[in-house]
């Protein structure tokens, strides 16, 4: 059987870094490519941070490609100041790491995703953890793409929990609700790793302490990262407890849905408020192409995390 293919769509910010780390260590899937999107940050500065992380983790060879700066219904983007409060003003955790050798590949993100959904088909897992504005493009420049890609597995959206941005709202579908419901509707195998579950994975400052032991530049730039967000969390309240491994979960999941517990639920986006929700049109319809992680299995989750992060941070 062939190996999973994986490309990332991240607005990298501090959980997007540790989705990255997680995809470059799994032995389940190769990464093949990162895409940039707008949300933690704008888009340019997104690409730019994967590169100089990539760089750092000596993964350099991975290629990145820019993707959308703004929404597929407005013209601009402005980075939210609760992003740069919980991220930092660079969005990883304000820590300044050296420019990157590598730039960004001039084919565009939209070109990428169509590419590599002709070459790998059921082979390709894509796991968006910003806004789904690139993928809609994707489907909605080739909409033979959207039943290719076997598996599309994103970190946002809320089911069972209330939204981190409204009482419905998560952040990464608040930031485009029409592409959204775009991708949701016509996914072929959409999983959808929401609050429901990413809020039950919390890391803590003893586990970035194990990164630092290492005694690597890794293990404490990482530590630095993570730990700025960790502090966000504990000074606005969020939670004092630790901070939600939202985006490599989503990776995790994206490898090994036994992770956590699917509930088949064809899905909509209300594109007036963001809500993922049941779509009313498609509840009766046998064939379901959306599932939605509702419970996490958060220690054996944990204890696969540390084992790969302590692994590329070494």
Do not use: C
């Not at 093949?32 to 590169?51: C, D």
């Amino acid at each position: 059987m062939a190996k999973k293919k994986m490309i990332l769509d991240l607005d990298t910010g501090v959980d997007d870094a540790l989705a990255l780390a997680y995809a470059l260590a799994t032995p389940d899937a190769d990464l093949i490519g990162v895409v940039s999107s707008f949300g933690n940050t704008q888009v340019e500065t997104a690409a730019q941070n994967t590169l100089k992380l990539l760089e750092l983790l000596d993964e350099q060879h991975v290629p990145v490609f820019v993707g959308a700066a703004h929404s597929s219904t407005t013209d601009s983007f402005e980075t939210m100041q609760v992003s740069m409060d919980i991220h930092g003003k660079n969005a990883i955790g304000d820590v300044i790491l050296p420019d990157p050798k590598a730039t960004p590949e001039t084919t565009t993100a939209v070109d990428f995703l169509i590419a590599s959904a002709h070459q790998y088909a059921e082979d390709l897992i894509v796991v968006p953890t910003g806004p789904l504005t690139n993928l809609a493009a994707a489907f909605q420049k080739d909409a033979q793409i959207a039943d290719l890609i076997g598996n599309i597995t994103l970190m946002g959206g809320a089911l069972t929990v209330p939204g981190n941005v409204t009482p419905y709202t998560e952040a990464n579908i608040n930031q485009d609700p029409a592409a959204a419901d775009y991708v949701f509707k016509h996914a072929k195998h959409l999983v959808m790793v929401g609050l429901d579950v990413t809020l039950q994975t919390l890391l803590t400052k003893k586990e970035t302490q194990q990164w630092r032991d290492l005694g690597t530049r890794q293990g404490r730039v990482f530590a630095d990262i993570f730990d700025y967000y960790i502090d966000a969390y504990d000074n606005l309240d969020i939670n004092h407890a630790g901070a939600a491994l939202h985006d490599p979960l989503a990776v995790g999941v994206a490898v090994d849905p036994n992770l956590v517990t699917l509930l088949p639920l064809n899905m909509m986006v209300d594109v007036n408020d963001g809500r993922t929700i049941g779509d009313p049109s498609r509840l009766r319809d046998p064939h379901k192409n959306n599932y939605v992680a509702v419970e996490v299995d958060e220690p054996f989750y944990l204890e696969r995390f540390m084992n790969y992060t302590l692994q590329i941070l070494s």
